[in-house]
């Protein structure tokens, strides 16, 4: 009887085999003549209708109008309000693509390859308490609730604990969590009502009063009641219905000089923690500098038009703001002017996404770089099988996201932790090969410009150009002549 059975079950599985085999011989032989078809039909078409009725006329006009505008108008059309992109602006900005490094070979040797290098970041090195990084770069701020999930926060703020750097609280609300978990922690001063007591305030290793960023210049911003739901409503102390604002201004500063009274008073209470501001770029960026170092700040944090965040109305991420070469380098002189660039530190934001860029800026002046788009796509990682095809990446990270709780916050953290490792390990492997040892020994003379424009603008010499500092046939002195 089993062997009955057996042989019945080995029958079936042939039969089923060998019919699978037919259809798919029937399928090749009659698809390659229906696909021909196809074609010929859609070609003879294509060729033959009328410009009007002629589905060309799709591709005509999406290289009049690009795709990325065509369906953004179509969301303007649907929504009949302010649309908000994430990630900031899809525009081509000046960035530091027009600049390389000069090698070291034989006129500046290179330094050995197991040499340690110095990477150490000192945030108001003037203040009471400075706030010392391992490494030079930080995660920009991100807000819980107004933007991001309490997982990311969580993994943010463990990833850049296992690095030695600091994670950022954003706009959003002061979330324990994320304090418990980070090793240094920077406070964002919204203008909103939130995150302002004391006993929260002394918890933060540096505070950031926020005045602008990238994303959205100067502006203030409204949330929907619907993507307040749960803990980040109480944390915010937001209304049960309605929308929550979070102004363009800071109800203590009523006119410029009084960005002081509030620095002296964040100082007071925090006990000597470095006390800065974060802008965006503007073209008066001289002006609003010489407001932030009459204040005392320790810090300046310049986000350039780059940057981006949850979300933000194209105008704002496409029209405002200084690209980030341009804000760095006007930033870096007028501070070396006012003789104030070792007091107060420098950091640039805005499109930072690869270690050469990030040490292309501190060779110009930065002493630091926060990073916010590329950290997120770092932590999700091969997470976002969680969501592709069918959603976007965006809401596993986002807190009214419907994957949020999908999200693996242990997984990210150690994906970020690898990220800023690998990225800290390039720009060693680079100051070495610059003949150097120490993140600060690095500068501009260390860079040569491609091209005439970011030459102008950051004030590195072309590439084609020798050296100014000596005569083009002079040797150098570390060379030895032949009389040597």
């Known amino acids: 009887m089993k062997i009955k059975w057996l042989s019945f079950l080995a029958g079936s599985f042939t039969g089923a085999f060998l019919a699978m085999v037919c259809t798919l011989i029937l399928m090749l032989l009659f698809a390659r003549p229906f696909i021909k078809w196809m074609v010929g039909r859609f070609t003879k078409?294509?060729?033959?209708?009328?410009?009007?009725?002629?589905?060309?006329?799709?591709?005509?006009?999406?290289?009049?109008?690009?795709?990325?505008?065509?369906?953004?108008?179509?969301?303007?059309?649907?929504?009949?309000?302010?649309?908000?992109?994430?990630?900031?602006?899809?525009?081509?900005?000046?960035?530091?693509?027009?600049?390389?490094?000069?090698?070291?070979?034989?006129?500046?040797?290179?330094?050995?390859?197991?040499?340690?290098?110095?990477?150490?970041?000192?945030?108001?090195?003037?203040?009471?308490?400075?706030?010392?990084?391992?490494?030079?770069?930080?995660?920009?701020?991100?807000?819980?609730?107004?933007?991001?999930?309490?997982?990311?926060?969580?993994?943010?703020?463990?990833?850049?604990?296992?690095?030695?750097?600091?994670?950022?609280?954003?706009?959003?609300?002061?979330?324990?969590?994320?304090?418990?978990?980070?090793?240094?922690?920077?406070?964002?001063?919204?203008?909103?009502?939130?995150?302002?007591?004391?006993e929260i305030l002394r918890q933060a290793d540096a505070i950031e009063i926020h005045i602008g960023k990238g994303a959205t210049a100067g502006s203030g911003s409204i949330i929907p009641s619907e993507y307040l739901q749960g803990r980040a409503r109480e944390l915010l102390q937001a209304p049960d219905e309605g929308f929550l604002v979070i102004p363009s201004r800071h109800s203590e500063i009523k006119k410029p000089e009084d960005l002081r009274s509030l620095v002296d008073r964040l100082r007071e209470i925090t006990e000597g923690v470095p006390i800065g501001?974060?802008?965006?770029?503007?073209?008066?960026?001289?002006?609003?500098?010489?407001?932030?170092?009459?204040?005392?700040?320790?810090?300046?944090?310049?986000?350039?038009?780059?940057?981006?965040?949850?979300?933000?109305?194209?105008?704002?991420?496409?029209?405002?703001?200084?690209?980030?070469?341009?804000?760095?380098?006007?930033?870096v002189e007028y501070l070396k002017k006012r003789g104030v660039k070792e007091r107060i530190t420098l950091l640039s934001g805005g499109g930072y996404s690869v270690p050469g860029d990030c040490l292309k800026a501190i060779a110009l002046g930065a002493d630091g770089v926060y990073m916010g788009t590329a950290l997120l796509w770092a932590m999700t990682h091969d997470q976002i099988t969680k969501a592709i095809p069918w959603e976007p990446p965006t809401?596993?990270?986002?807190?009214?996201?419907?994957?949020?709780?999908?999200?693996?916050?242990?997984e990210a953290a150690v994906y970020l932790e690898k990220f800023f490792v690998s990225c800290t390990e390039e720009m060693k492997m680079a100051i070495r090969a610059l003949g150097k040892t120490s993140l600060k020994e690095v500068n501009a003379e260390d860079l040569v410009a491609l091209d005439e424009w970011t030459s102008k603008v950051s004030k590195v010499r072309l590439a084609h150009l020798p050296c100014e500092n000596r005569k083009q046939n002079d040797p150098p002195s570390s060379v030895p002549s032949e009389n040597d």
């Open 277 to 331: 501001v974060k802008i965006c770029a503007s073209a008066k960026l001289e002006a609003d500098l010489e407001i932030a170092i009459q204040a005392g700040v320790d810090f300046i944090s310049i986000d350039g038009g780059q940057a981006g965040m949850k979300g933000a109305a194209p105008i704002l991420e496409d029209d405002f703001g200084l690209p980030t070469i341009f804000a760095l380098c006007r930033a």
């Open 45 to 198: 078409r294509l060729m033959s209708d009328r410009y009007a009725e002629n589905i060309w006329e799709m591709v005509t006009a999406m290289t009049k109008i690009s795709p990325r505008i065509v369906v953004e108008n179509s969301l303007r059309a649907s929504l009949g309000g302010v649309i908000e992109r994430p990630f900031g602006s899809p525009r081509k900005f000046l960035h530091f693509d027009g600049l390389i490094f000069s090698p070291a070979q034989l006129a500046t040797l290179p330094a050995a390859e197991t040499h340690p290098v110095d990477m150490r970041l000192t945030i108001g090195p003037k203040a009471k308490k400075p706030l010392i990084l391992d490494i030079p770069l930080m995660a920009g701020g991100m807000g819980y609730g107004i933007g991001v999930s309490e997982k990311i926060k969580i993994a943010l703020a463990k990833g850049t604990a296992a690095v030695g750097t600091s994670t950022n609280s954003g706009e959003g609300p002061f979330l324990p969590e994320e304090r418990e978990n980070a090793r240094y922690y920077i406070l964002q001063y919204s203008s909103g009502h939130w995150a302002k007591e004391p």
């Open 395 to 410: 809401q596993l990270a986002f807190y009214p996201g419907t994957l949020k709780d999908e999200f693996n916050e242990e």
